[in-house]
């Protein structure tokens, strides 16, 4: 149980591009979903957290323009990455979780801007 | 907001040694301890997890021990096998509703065979 997919594993686009993340929980319904970005080597850095059918609370210093989270349902999250430069290249995690604590995480999605 | 310290950034063990990583937080209104496996190029995975009413708690290899009064908690892994080799995550929860957390630095073990 609690299982969740992201999609796509690895994707490169064209600086100036927009690019779509779709993360899902499988076998449950996940009140909250989250998103981080991890760069090589270093601990998650919570960007953004979502309830679904309301606004994604962002994280100090990121730019709600540029990653446009919508949670339209309590099974799908998306992250839209607008514009995107080689600086947003990194690998882009999601998580779920019902209303306890625990967060279950995607297997991630590894972003390069070219 | 919650800071959370973790010691050590790297471990390496020889197969079948004990492994233990600490970590420090600093909020003391958070309540939940979770601890993550990540291996290369996949997403975090719950291994364990610990609440703040619980001094310890084990699965099989792997043991969570939390001191709430002096803000810290350890992952304790025995028996290591070569399959352990990976980054491990320690997270302290935080906000309003207690349900988002704050990850320590990781910690890179390497079990050598």
């Known amino acids: 149980g609690a299982v969740v997919s992201q999609h796509p594993s690895r994707v490169i686009c064209k600086s100036g591009t927009s690019v779509k993340i779709e993360c899902r929980s499988l076998?449950?319904?996940?009140?909250?979903m989250f998103w981080y970005r991890q760069f090589p080597k270093k601990s998650l850095m919570l960007m953004a957290t979502?309830?679904?059918?309301?606004?994604?609370?962002?994280e100090q210093g990121v730019e709600k323009d540029k990653f446009l989270i919508n949670h339209a349902s309590l099974t799908l999250s998306t992250l839209t990455v607008t514009s995107a430069h080689p600086e947003d290249s990194s690998f882009y995690i999601c998580?779920?979780?019902?209303?306890?604590?625990?967060?279950?995480f995607g297997p991630g999605t590894r972003l390069t801007v070219t | 907001g919650e800071n959370v310290e973790q010691h050590p950034s790297t471990l390496s063990v020889q197969e079948g040694d004990s492994a233990v990583i600490k970590c420090t937080y600093s909020d003391s209104a958070s309540n939940y301890f979770p601890w993550y496996k990540q291996e290369l190029g996949k997403g975090p995975q719950l291994i364990i997890d610990?609440?703040?009413?619980?001094g310890e708690k084990k699965d099989q290899r792997i043991a969570v021990t939390l001191n709430k009064t002096a803000k810290h908690f350890s992952l304790h892994i025995t028996e290591t096998q070569p399959e352990d080799s990976a980054v491990y995550f320690c997270?302290?929860?935080?906000?309003?509703?207690?349900?988002?957390?704050?990850f320590g630095g990781g910690t890179r073990l390497m079990v050598k065979p």
């Open positions: 076998d449950f319904q996940a009140t909250t």
């Open positions: 997270a302290a929860s935080y906000g309003n509703a207690g349900n988002m957390l704050t």
């Open positions: 998580s779920a979780s019902l209303q306890t604590y625990e967060q279950y």
């Open positions: 979502s309830n679904e059918g309301s606004k994604a609370t962002y």
């Open positions: 610990i609440r703040s009413n619980v």
